[in-house]
C-alpha cells in the first residue's frame, strides 16, 4: 500500500475532506506506527504554531548596547590605527626620495637655491596659467554651467566634510 499520500494528509495544515478523512482513519488503525506518529504530530503542533514568547533576562538590552559600543569604539580604533599606518606609510615613502634629494643638494648649496628658486618659479607659472585657463573658461562658458560646476564641488566638499565628521572626529569624541 502507498503510503505517501497518507503521510502527507497527516502533515498538511489543509483540512481534509470527508472521504479523505474517513480512509485517514482506516489507515491509521491497520497501522499502528502511523497512529502513534500521528499521535505524537497532534500534541507537538500547538507548540509549533504558537510558541510561548520568553522575556529577556533583566538587563540584556543595556548588557547589549553596553557590549555594542565597547565593540563600536574598539572597531573604531582598529581603523583608525590602519588608516595612521597607511598614511604613514604613504608619508614614508613619498619621503624617501625627497630626503634622498636633500641630502644631495645640501652637499652643494648652490644646487640647493637653485632648487627652491626653480621650484617658485614652476608655481608662479602654474598659478599664472591657472589664472588665464580660468579667466578664459569665465569668458567662453554659460552662466547655468559654471553653476552645476559650482554646485557640484560644492556637494563635494560638504560630502567630504561629513565623511571626515562621521570618521575621524566622531571617534575622537567617544574616546
Known sequence: ??????????FSDEPLSAAEEK???IFLESNPREARLEAAWR????ALTSPEMVAPEAGFS???LHRWAAHSAAAAR?????????????ALILAIPLGLEMWA?????ANWLTGILD?????WSFLKVAAIVTGSLLRT?????????????MGLILLWSVAYNRFVLAQGATR
Not at 621650484?119 to 608655481?123: H, K, N, P, T
Not at 562658458?141 to 564641488?153: C, D, H, T
Open 43 to 46: 500534541s507537538l503542533r500547538p
Open 141 to 153: 562658458l554659460p552662466a547655468p554651467i559654471w553653476f552645476v560646476l559650482f554646485s557640484v564641488s
Open 62 to 64: 543595556q548588557r547589549w
Open 119 to 123: 621650484s617658485l618659479v614652476s608655481i
Open 105 to 109: 643638494s645640501l652637499s652643494e648649496p
Open 23 to 25: 480512509e485517514m482513519q
Open 1 to 10: 500500500m502507498n503510503q505517501q499520500p497518507f503521510e502527507d494528509w497527516l
Open 78 to 90: 582598529r581603523r583608525a590605527m590602519w588608516l595612521s599606518m597607511l598614511s604613514g606609510a604613504v
